[in-house]
Structure formats: structure tokens, C-alpha cells
């Protein structure tokens, strides 16, 4: 007994220390947590109640910018949000392109800027019109008397681009610098989901509404490269020309170094920073300390940092003074990423969520005209509608609204254009995908794969015509085609509305085709090439307002505050957290295309709502990024 009794004593002690522990723990990550929040509360409030900082900057003061993350139209948080101000760090980066724009304009009439050194080592690039808009923002600066000189250890592609604007190009001995077009071969699951048992369903409005076929088929169709290839020859066109102008180089010049590869290689030793040299791709092979030195030389030297006289972007861009957008003016409303129904978050076009900016604006009698910078694929069919209705709302009560386009305004993101006086698109925007789809996948040879038998009784045949466990049943499918064919056709009368076409010419010009920015222009899909600033002058036209009238975006007023709860401690959190796992696993224990076929499907999963598995979806699902 005796025994028993101490056994019983050390397996409660036992569970009593993991019971203490687990407390322990429990008690010690709270109080981290009350730590971190509590940091960035005394930030924020010493951000809020101090003025802002004045940075002195003086003469021969050399601008870096060194970009980091992706180019985007909108944040996907607050500025300094708290737990950034906590940690020190940076959640995401990013680079709001406003913000890149607005730097440099400022800094051309800065005294104290001598030039830029534009550092790319850390951008990711973005969509060729954004990047286009950064480049044109370089030649204004350099219209000014002042040098940008860039600077890498390796050139992507993109960060390519944007260092061919300026007047120097300087790449690390050690670097390399290869072009290699756009496109590339797309995986292709009909075969793979056949073996599993999985049989996908497509109902769609023209052989260019492609966004399935990667599910359907083994290969590309016929539709699909002859649209691809013309999109894609299209941008490569404007991007290797612009790079040719922009480095003083032969028209065709790109395109004959690549198709003579790999004799230049070969000629320069293998060394591809040498090669980048011979064949006038850049104009000085330096590393770091040369790249100092040489600023030093051309400005002034930071004895106590050991390096050239500068400012970086992040300071340079907090030192400058707000602009004043009080007054009657422009409200911008920026309609980026993709088209869900409901509320959403920065980077994503929730209906409910930006038709409230638009009827905000609508209210605001100081708001004399609208400018919507698109920035989307498309997405959700109604929450295009919604948007497209406050839009119209908008332009009923005597307010002119102007469609600037950024690097994609496709399918979805073209229905909600059609709701405006004029459509500015840049020349690389991606656009049109006037169509419609629905996919829904059936189960039916996997169940017999596994085994797995069912049966039941419904008081209608519809209640069971989408269980995904069976093949569907014919009269679904008819129903399901009469319902994308209405969504479609209500779609043309949109678009033949808007653009003054009649319906049969904006049919031959749509059926899902993607096209470039100047290809709708030259079919009537678009008014005009510009940027958002030619989108701003536009709507002070339109509006009767004068040169000087205010410009103010119109966002959603999430504090720093409220971004910091709703990602600490709020649903979104688990959410990311189980999404990270959930990608953590799929990277670990599936092979690279089967990981690819899980984010594509996750992709499309998220267009469509787990009560409707078969809704129809207005996206063109296409890579705007270089």
C-alpha cells in the first residue's frame, strides 16, 4: 500500500511540474505579449504627440534609394504600424509607388540633393507599368541637371529596367546581368488529376477564358498561345526597346544578344559582368567600396560613417512636408489586388469595402471628381457589380470619374472600369479578359478509388446535382451554362455602354483575350495612354477645377492601432498562422509541381465561396510581374 501510495504521490508530482510548467510558460508568453503591446503603445504615443522630425540635410547630400521589396499601389498595413515600432523591423517590405514618385519629384528641387544612387540589391520589381511610371520619375529627375547612378551585385530583370534609366549602370565585378523574356512553360494536371479519380467541370464564355485550363488539359490549346504570344511579344517589345533608348543601344540590340548566346559569353571569358560590359548592358563594373569612393569624389565624405555624404529613402521620405489636400479637389481611390465579396483587407478589393470609399466620396461635397487607380486581375462577379453601381452612383450626382489602370485591369477589374468617363491605361497595362467562367471539380473516380459508397434522399433533384462525390448531373451543367452565358452577355452590355460599341463589336474583342494597353487602345477598350497623373489632370478637366485644386487619397481610416490588434490578436492572425503552416507542410512533403498545383488550386479556392462551389468568377487569373 505503502508503495502504491508513493507511485501515486511522484505520478501527480510528475504531472503537477508539467502542469506547473505549462503555467509557467502560458504566464511568461503573456507577459511578452502585454510587453510588446505596451512598447508600441509609448511608441505611438511619443510618434503622435511629438512634432515631426526636421532632418537637416546638407549641400552635396547624396540620395540613396535603396528599394526594398515589391513596387504596390497601396500598403498592405498603416505606416509605422506598432508592433514595426516595437520590433524595430519591418513586417513586409514594400514600395508604395506614390511614395517612390513623390521622393523623387521633391528631391529634384532639393538644393541640397547632389544625385541618386539607386541601390537594387533588395527590390523585387513589380508589374512593367509600375515600373515604367518609377522610370519616367528617374528621367524627371535627371531633367533637372542632377545624375541617378545604379548599383547591384546581381540585376534581375526588373531591377534591370529600372537601373537602364540611369545615367550610369554600375554592376560588381563579381555580378551578372542576364535577360531571358517573358513567359515559359505552365504545368498542365488533366493526366495527373485523371490517376487520382479527380474530374474538373468548366463552363466558360470563349476559347480565350482560360484561366482552368491547366486543370482540363495536358497542354496549352491553340487559343491560348496565339493570345499569350501576342500579349507577351507586345510587352517584351516595349520593355527591350525602352531599355535600347534609355542605354543608347541599336533598336534590335537585346533580342540579337540573346539569339547569339553563347558566343558573347564564351568571347568574355564566362564572365557575365564582362559580357554586361562589352556589349554596352552597363557602364562600369565596380564593387561597394568602389561605388563610395566614387560618390565620395563626385560629393562629400561622411568622415564619422566612413562613406559618401547621404539620406536614405525611408528619412528622406519622412522629412517631407504633407501637401495640403484641403478644399474642393480629386479624391483617389485605389482599387488594388483581388475582387471578393464583402469587407477586405489593404491588397484586396473587398465589394462592400471600396463601394463604401466610393459613397464616401460621393457624400463628400469637397470631392468634386473621382480618379480609381486599378490595380486587379478580378475576382468575385458581385463584388464587381457593387462597385460598378456606386461607380455609376457617383457619376449620376454630377461627379466625373477617371479610370487609371496600373499594371492590370483585367476581367473584374474591367467591370468596374466601364463605370467611368475615361479610361487612362499605360501602354504595358494588362487588361481586357472580357469573360466569364465557373469550375467545379467532381470526385467521383477517387470515391471509387477509395472505397467510399453513397446514397441518400432529397425532396429535389437540384439539392444533390453539385455533390462534388458524383458526376453532375446534365440539367446542372445546362443551368450552370445558362447562368455564365447571362452574367456574360451582362458584361458586354457594360462594356458596350461605356465604350459607345455595340454589343457584337465588343464581343469580337473579348471572349476572355488579355490585351496590352496599347492593343485596347487601338480596339476601343481604353481612351488614352498616361499615368495617374494624366488621370488626375483629366478629372480637374472634367470637373471644371483649377491646376492648383487638392489631391487626397480616399482610404479606409484603419489606425496603426487597430491593424496591431486585428493582426496580434484577432482571427487574422490564426488564419496566417494556419495558412503559413499549411504551406510549410505542402513545401516539405510534396514534390515542386504537386506544391505548384496546390497553390494554383489554393488560388482559385479563394475566388470562390465554400457554399457555392460552382460561382461564377470574372478573372483572368494572369502573372503581371517581370
Not at 77 to 92: H, V, W
Amino acid at each position: 500500500m505503502q508503495v502504491q501510495a508513493e507511485r501515486r504521490g511522484g505520478v501527480r508530482g510528475f504531472l503537477g511540474g508539467i502542469g506547473r510548467g505549462l503555467t509557467w510558460l502560458r504566464r511568461w508568453l503573456l507577459n511578452l505579449l502585454t510587453l510588446v503591446i505596451l512598447l508600441g503603445l509609448v511608441a505611438l504615443v511619443v510618434r503622435s504627440c511629438s512634432d515631426k522630425e526636421v532632418v537637416q540635410i546638407a549641400d552635396k547630400t547624396a540620395l540613396v534609394l535603396n528599394l526594398k521589396g515589391s513596387i504596390v499601389e497601396e500598403k498592405s498595413r498603416p505606416d509605422s504600424s506598432l508592433l514595426s515600432l516595437a520590433s524595430g523591423d519591418e513586417l513586409n517590405n514594400e514600395v508604395q509607388l506614390r511614395d517612390l514618385l513623390a521622393v523623387l519629384e521633391a528631391a529634384a528641387t532639393d538644393s541640397h540633393i547632389s544625385r541618386v544612387l539607386l541601390k537594387l540589391d533588395e527590390f523585387d520589381g513589380g508589374g512593367l507599368a509600375a515600373l515604367r511610371e518609377a522610370s519616367a520619375a528617374l528621367k524627371r529627375f535627371q531633367a533637372s541637371g542632377k545624375a541617378v547612378v545604379a548599383w547591384s551585385t546581381d540585376y534581375s530583370q526588373a531591377q534591370y529596367f529600372l537601373a537602364a534609366h540611369a545615367n550610369e549602370v554600375w554592376l560588381d565585378p563579381a555580378g551578372g546581368l542576364l535577360l531571358d523574356g517573358l513567359g515559359g512553360d505552365n504545368n498542365y494536371y488533366a493526366e495527373a488529376l485523371n490517376k487520382l479519380g479527380v474530374k474538373v467541370h468548366v463552363v466558360r464564355t470563349g476559347p480565350y477564358k482560360n484561366m482552368a485550363e491547366q486543370f482540363t488539359d495536358n497542354a496549352p490549346s491553340p487559343a491560348t498561345l496565339e493570345s499569350t504570344a501576342y500579349l507577351l511579344d507586345d510587352l517584351w517589345s516595349i520593355m527591350t526597346k525602352e531599355i535600347e533608348q534609355a542605354r543608347g543601344l541599336p533598336e534590335g540590340k537585346i533580342m540579337q544578344l540573346i539569339n547569339a548566346l553563347p558566343a558573347p559569353l564564351e568571347a568574355a571569358g564566362g564572365d557575365l559582368a564582362k559580357m554586361s560590359l562589352e556589349q554596352g548592358l552597363v557602364t562600369g563594373l565596380k564593387d561597394i567600396q568602389q561605388v563610395r569612393e566614387a560618390f565620395i569624389k563626385a560629393g562629400e565624405e561622411d568622415s564619422d560613417k566612413q562613406t559618401f555624404r547621404q539620406i536614405n529613402y525611408e528619412t528622406y521620405l519622412a522629412s517631407l512636408s504633407k501637401p495640403d489636400t484641403s478644399g474642393d479637389g480629386v479624391g483617389i481611390i485605389v482599387a488594388e489586388g483581388e475582387i471578393i465579396d464583402g469587407e477586405a483587407p489593404r491588397q484586396t478589393i473587398g465589394g462592400a469595402t471600396t463601394a463604401a470609399l466610393v459613397r464616401k466620396a460621393r457624400l463628400d461635397d469637397s470631392v468634386k471628381a473621382v480618379v480609381l487607380r486599378v490595380n486587379s486581375p478580378g475576382g468575385a462577379v458581385f463584388g464587381s457589380e457593387l462597385i460598378r453601381r456606386e461607380l455609376a452612383a457617383i457619376r449620376e450626382a454630377g461627379k466625373p470619374v477617371v479610370v487609371s489602370m496600373g499594371d492590370v485591369a483585367a476581367s473584374g477589374g474591367y467591370w468596374i472600369s466601364t463605370a467611368s468617363d475615361k479610361i487612362f491605361a499605360d501602354a504595358a497595362t494588362i487588361t481586357g479578359s472580357i469573360g466569364v467562367i465557373t469550375l467545379f471539380p467532381t470526385f467521383e473516380g477517387l470515391m471509387d478509388k477509395l472505397g467510399i459508397n453513397h446514397g441518400g434522399y432529397a425532396t429535389t433533384w437540384l439539392k444533390s446535382a453539385a455533390d462534388l462525390r458524383k458526376e453532375p448531373d446534365p440539367r446542372f451543367e445546362k443551368l450552370m451554362e445558362v447562368y455564365i452565358q447571362n452574367t456574360y452577355q451582362t458584361f458586354l452590355g457594360h462594356v458596350s455602354k461605356a465604350r459607345n460599341m455595340s454589343v457584337e463589336q465588343v464581343h469580337a474583342v473579348a471572349q476572355g483575350r488579355v490585351w496590352t494597353g496599347q492593343q485596347a487602345l487601338d480596339r476601343g477598350l481604353v481612351d488614352a495612354l498616361g499615368g495617374l497623373e494624366d488621370a488626375v489632370n483629366a478629372a480637374k478637366q472634367l470637373a471644371k477645377l483649377g491646376e492648383g485644386a487638392a489631391v487626397r487619397y480616399i482610404e479606409n481610416e484603419e489606425s496603426e492601432y487597430d491593424w496591431f490588434l486585428q493582426k496580434l490578436i484577432g482571427a487574422k492572425l490564426l488564419a496566417d498562422l494556419q495558412e503559413q503552416l499549411a504551406a510549410t507542410v505542402v513545401s516539405v512533403t510534396l514534390p515542386a509541381e504537386l506544391k505548384q498545383l496546390h497553390q494554383e488550386a489554393t488560388r482559385i479556392q479563394g475566388l470562390i465561396k465554400p457554399d457555392e462551389p460552382f460561382k461564377a468568377v470574372v478573372h483572368c487569373l494572369c502573372d503581371t510581374r517581370l
